[in-house]
């Protein structure tokens, strides 16, 4: 039975490095190449939860295969630990993300967004002081608005702009919030009306300016669409590290099973051997 428990444990370490090589791997990817809306908010947990799985896949594969109890409870210890965290940041994922995504609005083919729809930890996190003027920088310099601006000559008034299918960082950065009441040109050029914004206090309405560089990026709906992005990566993220945790309580179940069984046969060698 010692025999079949270690080998399902080093069965499932397998499979538990390659999950760990995978996030390893994608937090790599992100950390090299960008992420597409330059927040970069599944970076650091990816490299970490990769890593840390990855180490500890190799313990467990050590432990089993050499029936190692030393290792074995080391490698328990280590899970436990995993599982903590996992558990932990879960949880403040699904607490910081719980409010409003953005107003969907009838006829439109994006959604409207505002700062203040979100928790105050991802604000000061993600679009405060020196973190926002990197991501800012970042959409500027890979020109997530451009797409848009192709575009100029399929959409020729606002009806056909307001079907057009935007992402959140693009209805939050590349056009002026809709209740400013400014009129449409063509996809990143917008005019104020004769009668002036049509919400005054919303200042928003103020930040907009039709230089490529400028556009909304100043504007609270910008960050609040960037925001929206990190609440659909983290989102996603909690399901996966739920369905982590499940597995990973398995693997520790076996675990200790596998260490047990290790701990009785040495006994059982031991009184061979003095009998």
């Not at 069965?11 to 390893?24: E, H, K, R």
């Not at 990566?233 to 309580?249: Q, V, Y």
């Amino acid at each position: 039975m010692a025999s079949v428990s270690n080998t399902l444990v080093a069965v499932l370490n397998c499979v538990f490095l390659v999950i760990g090589l995978a996030l390893l791997g994608s937090g790599i990817y992100f950390h090299v190449h960008g992420h597409t809306e330059c927040q970069g908010a599944l970076e650091e947990p990816l490299l970490v939860t990769g890593t840390f799985v990855s180490f500890l896949s190799l313990l467990g594969l050590i432990g089993s295969c050499c029936k190692n109890n030393f290792v074995m409870r080391l490698y328990s210890f280590m899970i436990f630990l995993l599982l903590v965290a996992l558990v932990c940041f879960t949880v403040f994922a699904f607490v910081v993300t719980n409010k409003s995504a953005g107003k969907a609005l009838s006829g439109l083919g994006f959604k409207e967004h505002r700062l203040g729809d979100y928790n105050h930890w991802l604000q000061n996190h993600f679009v405060k002081g020196k973190n926002w003027d990197k991501i800012r920088s970042c959409l500027v310099e890979s020109q997530v608005c451009k797409s848009l601006s192709h575009n100029t000559t399929d959409h020729h008034n606002a009806e056909d702009f307001f079907r057009h299918a935007l992402s959140d960082t693009q209805s939050g950065c590349c056009k002026p919030p809709l209740e400013c009441g400014f009129q449409f040109k063509n996809m990143t050029t917008w005019t104020m009306p004769d009668s002036g914004q049509a919400v005054m206090n919303n200042s928003d309405c103020d930040a907009w300016s039709n230089n490529q560089e400028s556009l909304c990026f100043d504007c609270g709906s910008c960050k609040a669409g960037v925001l929206a992005n990190i609440r659909n990566d983290w989102r996603l993220l909690s399901i996966f590290f739920t369905c982590l945790i499940i597995f990973t309580l398995f693997m520790y179940s076996i675990s200790e099973y596998a260490r047990r069984r290790n701990r009785e046969e040495d006994k059982y060698r031991r009184c061979r051997a003095y009998a």
